[in-house]
């Protein structure tokens, strides 16, 4: 097996893979280990028995190593959706960052892990074409089964490096109507509409049911990390809409 990045050092092979079957990568997907050491989480990467895996893995101090070669369908995902896709595993590329997660306290991300990342995305993007827009955290693909790469992932630092599509939240302010679950009418057909424009896999109910209060934790967690409680405040709506307005005039 040959690096596919160059900013691969070192290659780790894992059995946890297959076909792509003609489907081609549109889409980066950023995910963090969860384990308590980056070790742990590329040892798991590697069981067979644990069927999981990414493409590469970046370690705490930046080494990248390669677990998978892009052409072929790393099992990162799991049950996901983005913009009409339900199989993301089959049109993506997947990058596991060492990191302890939320079970682990959600420590920063280092400087020097957070380059590598930045690297290797810059890459992957220029040779795949993908587009700012199709780079994603796995809590966006799944907001009721994932939280990763969490809130405090520097979002904004690799968007200022020209990875992703961001835009500066709205500041938090006690502003307007508020909506949680429960709430119902014309203005959650509104909400779950623009969340579903931009590709998040839900329905136009009408209702805040849990579905959309996971799924606006979800892109808070991304797009508003100040405050991710799953209540659609001004903040969360109006970020959502500049995002919109932003992904038009790409």
Request: glycine share 10%.
């Amino acid at each position: 097996m040959k690096p596919d990045s160059s900013l691969a050092t070192t290659i780790r092979p894992s059995p946890n893979y297959g076909e792509r079957k003609g489907r081609v990568p549109d889409t980066l997907v950023l995910h963090y280990t969860g384990t308590p050491t980056g070790e742990e989480g590329l040892l798991a990467l590697c069981d067979p028995a644990k069927e999981v895996s990414a493409h590469y893995f970046v370690a705490e101090d930046g080494e990248v190593i390669q677990l998978v070669p892009e052409s072929q369908r790393a099992w990162h995902a799991g049950r996901s959706y983005w913009a009409g896709e339900r199989d993301m595993n089959s049109v993506s590329i997947g990058i596991e960052i060492a990191n302890p997660g939320h079970d682990g306290g959600t420590p920063p991300y280092p400087p020097q892990q957070i380059a590598a990342v930045i690297a290797l995305c810059r890459d992957i993007c220029t040779r795949w074409q993908i587009t700012p827009c199709r780079v994603l955290g796995h809590s966006d693909l799944a907001p009721d089964r994932k939280a990763d790469p969490g809130e405090h992932f520097p979002w904004a630092v690799l968007a200022k490096a020209g990875v992703g599509h961001y835009v500066a939240p709205t500041p938090i302010e006690a502003k307007g109507p508020s909506y949680s679950r429960g709430d119902q009418g014309i203005e959650i057909e509104a909400l779950q509409s623009m969340l579903a424009i931009y590709g998040y896999g839900l329905n136009i109910t009408g209702l805040y049911g849990t579905k959309t209060e996971t799924t606006v934790t979800a892109f808070q967690r991304h797009f508003r990390p100040a405050r991710v409680d799953g209540i659609a405040d001004h903040s969360t709506r109006d970020t959502l809409r500049n995002l919109l307005a932003a992904r038009s005039q790409l």
